[in-house]
C-alpha cells in the first residue's frame, strides 16, 4: 500500500468555498485552486474536499455520489473514502483536503494534500457493518 505524497512545510492557503446551506444544497462544489480543481461536498455533519480529477483515468469526481461515507467515482466505480481518500479495493488514494468551518462558512486548504498513514486507513473502519465486509 502506498500513501499520497505531502508537503508539510507549504504554509496553507485557504480559499473560502460556499456557506454550509450552500453546500447542503448543491452537495458537491468545484472550486477552481489555480493547478487542479478541487470537489468540496458535505456528508451527514461535515465537509470534505478531494482533488476532483479521479486517480484512475481523469473523470471528475463531483459527477460521482455519495455511498457509505466514499465518494464513488462515475467513471468505474471507484469509491473513495472522504475522510481519507483511500480505495481499499484498489488500494489507490485521491489527494484529500483540510476543510475548516469558519462563522457558517467553508473553507479549503488548497496548498497541499493532506498526507494519511496507511496505517491509519487501515486501521480506522468507518462502521462495524464496513468492518464486516
Ligand atoms: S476514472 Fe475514476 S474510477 Fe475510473
Not at 507549504?10 to 460556499?18: F, G, I, S
Request: glycine share 4%; with cysteine; net charge negative.
Amino acid at each position: 500500500m502506498t500513501k499520497p505524497d505531502a508537503d508539510s512545510t507549504v504554509p496553507p492557503r485557504w480559499l473560502e468555498v460556499a456557506s454550509t446551506a450552500e453546500i447542503q444544497r448543491r452537495k458537491m462544489i468545484v472550486v477552481d485552486a489555480g493547478e487542479l480543481d478541487i470537489v468540496v461536498g458535505w456528508h451527514e455533519d461535515r465537509p470534505y474536499a478531494m482533488a476532483n480529477i479521479c486517480v484512475h483515468r481523469d473523470r471528475e469526481l463531483a459527477r460521482g455520489m455519495i455511498f457509505q461515507d466514499r465518494l464513488v467515482c462515475p467513471g468505474h466505480q471507484w469509491a473513495f473514502d472522504i475522510d481519507n481518500g483511500y480505495c481499499r479495493e484498489r488500494d489507490r488514494w485521491q489527494p484529500i483536503y483540510r476543510t475548516e468551518l469558519r462563522d457558517d462558512m467553508v473553507y479549503v486548504d488548497a496548498s497541499a494534500p493532506i498526507s494519511i498513514s496507511s496505517e491509519t486507513a487501515v486501521a480506522a473502519p468507518r462502521s462495524a457493518s464496513e468492518s464486516a465486509t
